[in-house]
């Protein structure tokens, strides 16, 4: 069983930028897809940002230039630096993974098999 738990999140101007973390605990050594997912009130879950198994990184469109995905596979630990934060980047922020290539995909909810409890970003 794989844990997610994501960090990071707050509240912040407009203009300004949020790091987020999302921590992976799995024993297995399996290789991971890892993507970012947002959820406004009232709306469906978005897809964000992935990195794939080989690192390849894929962006939603209201978010490339400003949001960058990395990850750390020592610590395996996903990030989303976010900058430029405008209101509507407000919502709640979800970590996923699964243990397969995403890239066909990757902005299906339902191709990820594993999911954090997310975290807040309010931007103002």
């Known amino acids: 069983h794989v844990q997610l738990v994501e960090s990071g999140g707050g509240s912040v101007q407009a203009g300004g930028s949020l790091r987020l973390s999302c921590v992976a605990s799995?024993?297995?050594?399996?290789?991971?897809?890892m993507a970012w997912f947002r959820q406004r009130p009232t709306e469906e879950r978005e897809a964000v940002a992935l990195?794939?198994?080989?690192?390849?990184?894929f962006y939603a469109d209201s978010v490339q230039g400003h949001f960058t995905v990395s990850k750390d596979n020592a610590e395996n630990t996903l990030y989303l630096q976010m900058n430029g934060l405008k209101p509507e980047d407000s919502a709640m922020y979800y970590c996923a993974a699964d243990p397969a290539y995403c890239r066909g995909s990757w902005k299906r909810t339902s191709r990820y098999r594993y999911w954090g409890q997310g975290t807040q970003v309010t931007v103002s």
């Open positions: 990195i794939d198994v080989d690192g390849a990184t």
């Open positions: 799995d024993d297995t050594r399996r290789r991971f897809c």
